[in-house]
T-cell receptor
Framework: DVKVTQSSRYLVKRTGEKVFLECVQD?????MFWYRQDPGLGLRLIYFSYDVKMKEKGDIPEGYSVSREKKERFSLILESASTNQTSMYLC?????????????FGPGTRLLVL | DAKTTQPTSMDCAEGRAANLPCNHSTISGNEYVYWYRQIHSQGPQYIIH???NNETNEMASLIITEDRKSSTLILPHATLRDTAVYYCIVSPDTGRRALTFGSGTRLQVQP
């Protein structure tokens, strides 16, 4: 079974702190994604990566950065956490036969910024 | 990506089949129909997807109409653990494209 893991299920941070969210997948997937999910706003793409050391901005990259030094690991960094970054953060990776790829999600990290 | 329309909520008795409809009348020829679900406070879970033919896996069956303008996800024997929000998405592929969930259908399985 595909496994996507995230470093924390719940996290509480203070405004201004630097926050690292880690995501690891064990299926040798090339594509990885970071989303945030908020009530009434659905899923919004923050960043994605097609390969090691490659990254592309999604719809809402402001206030975030990412790192992909190894294929299996995709990290999301909040440079200086703010209260409006309180959210559920979801990591996903893509696998399957070409043309039939599906996204597999991690369990999510619920971040509270005080 | 084409827009989808789903009922806001549905109830189903435990052990019975749950049939969740989705309308996607503007679907393009190269777009697949994907179904995901999200159990409260968890990450979305992929269920099934198809292009034209009906599909079945260990979780569910997907029935796509001949004109591809609508589809139905069938959970053959619903359990309490199937209570979740179910999302229908149409997309050429989700390999390199962000997923966009609509509001989905909230399925409540009743004991």
């Amino acid at each position: 079974d595909v496994k996507v893991t995230q470093s924390s299920r719940y996290l509480v941070k203070r405004t201004g702190e630097k926050v690292f969210l880690e995501c690891v997948q064990d299926m040798d997937h090339e594509n990885m994604f970071w989303y945030r999910q908020d009530p009434g706003l659905g899923l919004r793409l923050i960043y994605f990566s097609y390969d090691v050391k490659m990254k592309e901005k999604g719809d809402i990259p402001e206030g975030y950065s990412v790192s992909r030094e190894k294929k299996e690991r995709f990290s999301l960094i909040l440079e200086s956490a703010s209260t409006n970054q309180t959210s559920m953060y979801l990591c996903a990776s893509t696998g399957g036969d070409r043309g039939r790829e599906t996204q597999y999600f991690g369990p999510g990290t619920r971040l509270l910024v005080l | 990506d084409a827009k989808t329309t789903q009922p806001t909520s549905m109830d189903c008795a435990e052990g019975r089949a749950a049939n969740l409809p989705c309308n996607h009348s503007t679907i393009s020829g190269n777009e697949y129909v994907y179904w995901y679900r999200q159990i409260h406070s968890q990450g979305p879970q992929y269920i099934i997807h198809g292009l034209k033919n009906n599909e079945t896996n260990e979780m569910a069956s997907l029935i796509i109409t001949e004109d591809r303008k609508s589809s139905t996800l069938i959970l053959p024997h619903a359990t309490l653990r199937d209570t979740a929000v179910y999302y229908c998405i149409v997309s050429p592929d989700t390999g390199r494209r962000a997923l966009t969930f609509g509001s989905g259908t909230r399925l409540q399985v009743q004991p």
